[in-house]
């Protein structure tokens, strides 16, 4: 397995807001994670990068191809981000600089882990600009992040989670702020990029219908807890959770169908 994450327990302020959290990752697979907001699903995926708020505190295990993650030093967890795990985040406005050009983003995590020059991140960054389908490449990376639309900024927040081809993607709800539309385009697009580099793939959402294009196996949270746990197919078909059922009955995101695929 690739990611093992046992009995994750996160505390804040003395309450659990993760209790008991455990699933597994193998290589190439793609796992969903999915409930209601404050069911715990964005703070399991923090805990794994170890980006938990000050005030939260974490136990149990995380293990990244054996080697834990929990309690590991601050300089070692960070040479593992953007390098072996990269990470989406929900909303790439406030996930960008707004005072720096997006192609100067993307390049920072190139430049971290693998020492190029100037010159050759900015070639790097036009690269993966073009890579996740940004029109004109060369243009949009000298722009900042409030001249894109919502769309492209997303966009470019997964280049700059892939500039560095990392082995497991993290993304949390990386469409939950996009029409349906644009919603649907930056799926394809994200799984079509998992797909070619041969990534694991751990999904946060709160939409079933979403999730049944991305993944292959759910987890479904409750207030912390596991309530269910399941391939995608038993969720939408045999659901065994009250949430689960609650979930397939509200979703609501537009069913599409990956090229050369069915819905």
């Known amino acids: 397995m690739s990611l093992e994450v046992s009995d994750l327990v996160v505390e804040i302020g003395g309450r659990r807001v993760v209790d008991g959290v455990s699933f597994a990752v193998a290589d190439g697979e793609r796992l969903g994670l999915i409930g209601e907001s404050g069911s715990g699903k964005s703070l399991t995926a923090l805990a794994v990068l170890g980006l938990l708020p000050d005030e939260a ?3 149990g295990s995380i293990r990244w191809n054996g080697t834990e ?9 960070a040479e593992l981000r953007g390098d072996e795990i990269g990470m989406i985040f929900q909303e790439p406005r406030t996930a960008l600089n707004p005072i720096r050009t997006v192609g100067r983003q993307i390049a920072e995590s190139v430049r971290i882990h693998q020492k190029v020059s100037r010159r050759q991140a900015r070639e790097c960054a036009i690269a993966e600009a073009a890579r996740v389908r940004l029109s004109d490449p060369e243009r949009i990376v000298d722009r900042y992040p ?15 989670a892939l500039a560095c081809r990392p082995k497991l993607l993290i993304a949390d709800e990386p469409t939950t ?75 609501t995101a537009t069913l599409w169908r990956p090229e050369g695929g069915t819905a």
């Open 146 to 160: 409030h001249q894109l639309s919502g769309g492209q900024r997303q966009r470019v927040a997964i280049a700059m």
């Open 69 to 77: 993650l929990l309690g590991m030093p601050d300089r070692e967890l």
């Open 57 to 59: 505190t974490a136990h």
């Open 177 to 251: 702020a996009l029409d349906v539309t644009i919603q649907a385009e930056v799926l394809r697009l994200l799984l079509s990029l998992v797909e070619d580099q041969g990534m694991s793939l751990v999904f946060i959402t709160h939409d079933l219908a979403v999730l049944a294009q991305v993944a292959t196996h759910g987890v479904v949270l409750e207030h912390g807890h596991v309530v269910e746990s399941a391939p995608v197919p038993t969720l939408l078909s045999t659901p065994s959770s009250p949430v689960t059922q609650a979930l397939l009955r509200d979703a």
